[in-house]
């Protein structure tokens, strides 16, 4: 295991670094959800599964909801896990 923390502002980035990031993203998702190819989750990121069910009488906070909104919108999406596909939903 080899890791190496870097900070975006502070580093210069490689490029291949980049990259590697892009493709290791792109395979864990994959390993999470099958069936994430072309125009899957893999590809339109982690909000394409954690948001995926969204009920109609909810909408997502903005930059300018108040604290209070976006933080149980954070608790119902990551720790409740309420927008998530059925069949990904915990058990």
């Known amino acids: ?7 975006l502002t502070l580093d210069r980035v ?4 980049l990259l590697a990031l892009a ?21 339109r ?9 969204i009920p109609s009488s909810l909408r997502k906070p903005t ?7 976006k933080e149980l919108w954070i608790r119902l999406k990551y720790e409740v896990k309420e927008f998530l596909p059925k069949e990904n939903a915990p058990p």
Do not use: F
Request: glycine residues 14%.
């Open 63 to 69: 930059p300018s909801s108040p604290r209070d909104e």
């Open 23 to 43: 493709r290791a993203r792109g395979q864990a998702l994959r390993a999470t959800h099958p069936g994430g190819g072309e125009g899957g989750v893999a590809e």
């Open 14 to 17: 490689e490029p291949q670094l």
């Open 1 to 7: 295991h080899i890791s190496k923390v870097r900070s």
């Open 45 to 53: 990121g982690p909000n394409a599964l954690y948001e995926a069910a």
